[in-house]
């Protein structure tokens, strides 16, 4: 069957410099952030030596999810992920929901990560701890990410490549030093009580934080040079070494701190334990250099979601221009940093967070359930499709649907009022363009 294009394809005014690397680096930097950091405590608190099973329970329960995103990836060579997968599978309302949703979840969790990135600077330089230095340190951040992303997608590659050199480098060192210092220790023996089903339910549920986020990594398949082959083979590769990488990780850090579930800053604890003040401050820097690159692929995959709605004349001209020079969607990375500064500098974005979890599930849900509708007329030669007929997609629905039993009823307002502000958008959007 020949390849069928999209009418969006053809107003694409993006340079398609994107890789397989640089899909890969937006996949693995969009789902290790800060949460490795902080949740090994926490994991061992609810599933104690079990917990590194319960990685492996959260990437199977992610694969299907994971798998369905690599099919619909494959499809699409234009700008804008599921708003693409959205509008055509279910039209051009359920599209702009699921850019909505994807781009406040996005937003949100940049400030949050602005915040914390301020936080790690304040632990050399006091001075960023609060007041006029807080705001400051606050500025810069969002304005050197936003003037990465301004100068194009092959600085925004670039810087991300050196955060994330750095931050394995950091991580594998933690993992190598602690197999090579604590030897057979590292190996847990399973030989204590097996926590309850509800502690094991809590701990998947905190553990699924660390496996989202790879969905940014579709969202710029217009700047991607195949994205039919890059954006599967990028997801695959990305969960693969992830998953791996957060077994390990967890394995040291139960071995190297003996009161792992009472710990707030479980690595730098570990790292401290084996390497003493040296390796907290080397541990610290990698806690610095993996937030960069994770707000660096943030940025770079959520204003590609504005430029993508403009195109779709579902939001201002505006957004969707591009610099003459730079040929980036700079208005669009001007509002995002603007916008993201303001989060990050009320401080606390606890209860706003709360949301975002709930509207990434229905956004895999609505991926999913596109396959469906989207594979008889794409399905031909040069496309990753699912073996099993519909078993994948399914399988992935349910696995969603499972995690938002879990989730607060705050979190289910929170998402029912940014629908509705989503849905008032999109009605005067289509009115003006009327």
Not at 113 to 126: C, E, G, K
Request: with cysteine.
């Amino acid at each position: 069957m020949p390849e069928l294009k999209n009418p969006e394809d053809t107003q694409e005014k993006l340079p398609r410099n994107l890789g397989l690397w640089g899909v890969w680096m937006l996949v693995v930097n969009g789902l290790i952030g800060a949460g490795i950091f902080g949740l090994p405590s926490g994991a061992y608190a609810l599933a104690g030596e079990y917990s590194v099973l319960i990685y492996v329970f959260c990437g199977l329960l992610m694969l299907p999810v994971i798998l369905s995103f690599a099919e619909v990836g494959s499809y699409f060579r234009g700008t804008g992920g599921p708003i693409k997968y959205g509008k055509e599978a279910f039209g051009s309302f359920i599209g702009f929901q699921g850019g909505w949703l994807y781009y406040l979840a996005r937003l949100i969790s940049f400030s949050a990560n602005t915040v914390l990135l301020t936080d790690s600077i304040a632990y050399f330089l006091p001075i960023a701890d609060s007041g006029t230095g807080r705001l400051i340190s606050l500025a810069l951040t969002c304005g050197f990410l936003s003037l990465i992303n301004i100068l194009g997608s092959v600085e925004s590659i670039r810087s991300m490549t050196i955060f994330t050199i750095i931050k394995f480098g950091v991580l594998i060192g933690l993992v190598f030093g602690g197999f090579v210092l604590l030897g057979s220790e590292v190996i847990p023996a399973f030989q204590s009580p097996v926590p309850d089903s509800s502690d094991l339910g809590k701990a998947a549920l905190l553990l699924i934080y660390a496996f989202v986020g790879f969905e940014g990594a579709v969202v710029p398949a217009g700047e991607a040079k195949r994205p039919e082959r890059d954006m599967p083979l990028g997801l695959l590769l990305g969960l693969g070494v992830v998953a791996l990488l957060y077994i390990l990780v967890q394995l040291v850090a139960q071995a190297a701190v003996p009161n792992l579930a009472d710990s707030k800053a479980p690595l730098l604890d570990a790292s401290s334990n084996l390497f003493g003040q040296t390796g907290a401050v080397i541990l610290m820097v990698g806690v610095a250099t993996s937030v960069l690159a994770n707000l660096v692929s943030s940025m770079f995959s959520a204003t590609r979601i504005t430029y993508a709605l403009s195109l779709e004349k579902s939001l201002p001209k505006w957004f969707g221009e591009v610099h003459s020079r730079f040929l980036t969607p700079a208005n669009s990375v001007l509002f995002f940093g603007l916008a993201a500064f303001s989060l990050a500098a009320m401080g606390s974005f606890r209860f706003l967070a709360a949301m975002t979890v709930l509207s990434r599930l229905l956004l895999f849900i609505m991926t999913c359930a596109s396959i469906p509708k989207l594979r008889p007329r794409f399905k031909g030669a040069g496309r990753f499709i699912l073996k099993g007929g519909y078993i994948v997609p399914i399988l992935g629905i349910l696995a969603c649907l499972w995690l938002m039993l879990q989730v607060s009823f705050t979190s289910v307002w929170l998402t029912a009022v940014l629908l509705g502000i989503g849905t008032a958008l999109y009605w005067i959007g289509k009115k003006a363009e009327r």
